[in-house]
Every structure is written in C-alpha cells, then in structure tokens.
C-alpha cells in the first residue's frame, strides 16, 4: 500500500464535511506516520515497542494517526 494510503482511507469519512481540512491534513507528516518508510523498516528490524506506537499508532489497530485521535471521543 502507498505511504500514508492507509491512514487517508480512514480519515476520508471526515472529507465529507471537512474537505479543506482533510486535504491539508494529507499532506503532513502525521497523515504518513504509520506508514513513512523509516518508520516501518525500523518497526519491522526491531522488535515492535510500546513506545513507538505511542506516536504512529495511538489508538492501535494499525490505524495510525487519523482525525478521531485529536478530535474523537
């Protein structure tokens, strides 16, 4: 899957309502978070730590940062 695909494909139920918005938010370093390519070799040389999805996969899931971390309930 391309990078940040995944994680845009969950915030596009945002899009309906907040187009501008989910437009800028894809082109930022938190829309490709979980899938930035640093990231996963690491996550994927390394054994998977807690503290690493802290950042990249908050609510778990791999799911990545999407809007319902800073905005849901």
Known sequence: MLPGLTLLLLATPCAGCHLEVHAAFAQTRHARAHDEPLFLASWRRVA??????????????????????????
């Open 48 to 73: 998977r730590r807690p503290w690493c999805a802290t950042c990249h996969d908050p609510l778990g899931g791999d799911r990545g940062l999407t809007c319902e971390v800073c905005h849901g309930d």
